[in-house]
């Protein structure tokens, strides 16, 4: 059957704003721009025109009250409300999970392939660090429902034909919560906007990206402050003890939310990027890369996909400012990064162009089975 002609249905958790995950709706949609989407939760007013064109069909979730802004408190009602979800129509299901949305129920002569960003966090290896940050009522209700959400999303593993992860590191936490292969499509990163950016280093590191706290930050700021380097904070969310902290401090520029524009000047200007989390795959050392700005990153998670080790940036053992610090004297003692194409080539497989191209394939075999 052709592409064109097959009925398409893509499940997205929740549809809220326009990050990465949205990132990789909006591609999806580019290849398949027939398919229908279906979601819990549902903001025309925060997403792009791509998404609100399409035909889109809510769970009973977006009913509940302030619903677009506390879904994630409707999050254990979630799996049973994609009961409401009818996909006996639809030849190819497409399900974009990091929140519940593969546990639907597809035609048996479907296709469903689940494109898996992570397994639910709070609910499996980051259950400790969500209970630990909660409110006392929040506690409450993770303690008596995470065991059966892990049942569930166990279980609803099942219902998927083929599994895409978009790091190494995720196929290995889907094997060991579901007990399943997977195919690495690294998500689609928009390369080419940044190709015109020409660099143009100065006095200052860069931290990018909203400000949660498994982004650590803290540790970017600390190891600057400690070691007299100078930082520039860009990204939402952060609070406000953190800005009166440091507001007198010389060393540290607090930017917020920024504009591409604004965030591509910061990226030609900055020694490097500095990435001390932990991220699935982490879409923003990319986007450094691409301008030729190099990253200096924790060694775990997608960062040691995404990073070359001494080409096209560098990595630092310990999630503490000392390590951090350790890495940014041998990086500016013995690292130069001059060679542009040496950063062009790398970023290639985390096109838009590549992640196509990786799901048609997954596709395709699936046709000639």
């Not at 519940?100 to 689940?114: D, E, Q, T, W, Y």
């Not at 219902?159 to 992860?165: L, N, Y």
């Amino acid at each position: 059957m052709e592409d064109k002609k097959l009925k398409v249905a893509i499940i997205h958790y929740w549809l809220v704003g326009m990050r990465g995950g949205e990132k990789v709706l909006e591609t999806l949609l580019e290849m398949y721009p027939q398919a229908d989407i279906f979601t819990h939760v549902y903001d025309e007013t925060a997403v792009s025109d791509i998404i609100k064109e399409k035909r889109i069909f809510t769970s009973r979730i977006n009913k509940l009250p302030n619903a677009k802004k506390n879904y994630q408190s409707y999050m254990p009602f979630m799996p049973k409300a994609l009961i409401d979800f009818n996909l006996q129509e639809y030849d190819l299901v497409i399900s974009s999970e990091s929140g519940p949305a593969k546990g639907v129920v597809p035609n048996p002569n479907a296709f469903h392939l689940c494109y898996c960003h992570t397994p639910m966090r709070y609910i499996w290896d980051m259950y400790h660090d969500y209970l630990k940050g909660a409110k006392k009522i929040t506690r409450f209700f993770m303690k008596r429902l995470t065991p059966s959400l892990r049942d569930w999303d166990s279980v609803s593993s099942n219902m998927v034909d083929s599994f895409a992860a978009n790091s190494s590191y995720v196929a290995k936490r889907i094997r060991r919560y579901y007990n399943r292969e997977s195919n690495i499509v690294y998500p689609p990163v928009d390369i080419n906007k940044f190709k015109s950016v020409i660099r143009n280093p100065r006095d200052y590191y860069l931290f990018f990206g909203q400000l949660t706290g498994y982004k650590r930050a803290d540790i970017a700021i600390d190891a600057c402050v400690k070691s007299g380097r100078k930082l520039v904070v860009a990204g939402a969310g952060l609070k406000k003890n953190d800005i009166k902290k440091f507001k007198n401090n010389s060393l540290i520029t607090f930017k917020g939310a920024v504009s591409d524009e604004e965030i591509k000047e910061l990226f030609a200007g900055a020694k490097a990027l500095l990435f001390p989390g932990i991220e699935d795959f982490g879409i923003i050392p990319v986007e450094a890369q691409a301008t030729g700005c190099p990253v200096v990153a924790y060694r775990d998670g997608g960062a040691l996909e995404t990073v070359k080790d001494e080409v096209t940036g560098m990595f630092f053992d310990e999630q503490t400012p000392d390590s951090l610090i350790t890495a940014l004297d041998y990086f500016e003692k013995n690292l130069k990064f001059h060679d542009r194409n040496v950063f062009n080539d790398h970023v290639q497989q985390f096109s838009k162009e590549a992640f196509k191209e990786r799901i048609e394939t997954i596709i395709n075999q699936k046709k000639r089975l």
